[in-house]
């Protein structure tokens, strides 16, 4: 599956964003989908992530509660709306897919930038 994500740009610290990330190519509804961040000169860290269905989630604990992770199925689109934004969310957002949710997540979109100004 190809995935191309969109939706980052610059926003000040409290604002929020939504990135959205297109698949093609695969059988979307076969693959888990997560949403994964790089700050510069950090490692890449989990972020949140959602089932086949939609019918379950996740996050990573320094987004609980202000990100929220969804799914179209018909569309083919995995959405990650970001409120309340902080200067440390400031990364390259990934989508990334896993499928059946069976190992690791094979397949990458190419990042989309996210600046939080303070």
């Known amino acids: 599956v190809q995935l191309q994500a969109s939706g980052g740009g610059l926003v000040q610290a409290g604002g929020s964003l939504r990135l959205s990330c297109a698949a093609s190519g695969g059988t979307f509804s076969s693959y888990d989908m997560g949403w994964f961040r790089q700050a510069p000169g950090k490692e890449r860290e989990f972020v949140a992530a959602?089932?086949?269905?939609?019918?379950?989630?996740r996050y990573a604990g320094s987004v609980k509660g202000r990100f929220t992770i969804s799914r179209d199925n018909v569309k083919n689109t995995v959405s990650l709306q970001m409120n309340s934004l902080k200067p440390e969310d400031t990364a390259v957002y990934y989508c990334?897919?896993?499928?059946w949710g069976i190992g690791t997540y094979d397949s990458w979109g190419q990042g989309t930038l996210v600046t939080v100004s303070s």
């Open positions: 990334a897919a896993n499928w």
């Open positions: 959602v089932t086949r269905s939609g019918g379950s989630t």
